[in-house]
């Protein structure tokens, strides 16, 4: 933590560094939680852009300083081949992929991950754990 920075202000402050992207298995409902809890969130149906190839999703993640949310593990193979550090790429991996759900454990992982995010990573986000693969990988 900045030394002097009292760790509330800190804690908004790391909320504001981190953008997300969510795709189309992320529930808007989810995107909501996000805003609602001080991050900048858009989703893809917000942007009309539904139909977007995930090639064009890691673009634009990567263009505009976004980490993209999906429950798709297409993303985790894209980022590992392109050899590329951005964009970071949180995939959940979930039996229940409800928006409570998902939205629980986005907020016990972000707590942990928010330096790897920061750098480039992949996080696997399962029940009961999650894994961070640095990126390239």
Known sequence: MPRGLPKK???????LSLKFLADMGIS???VRWLKDNGYDAIHLRELNLHRLPDSKIIEKA????RIILT???DFGALMSASQGTLPSVII?????????????RLKT?????T??????AIISVEEKRHRVRFLPV
């Open 92 to 104: 959940f991996r979930l039996e229940d992929e409800t928006p409570i759900n998902i939205n629980n």
């Open 71 to 73: 429950c798709d593990l």
């Open 62 to 65: 990567r263009d505009e300083g």
């Open 28 to 30: 808007q409902t989810t």
């Open 109 to 113: 992982i972000l707590k942990d991950v």
């Open 115 to 120: 330096a790897a995010l920061d750098r480039g």
């Open 9 to 15: 202000n800190y804690t908004r402050l790391q909320r």
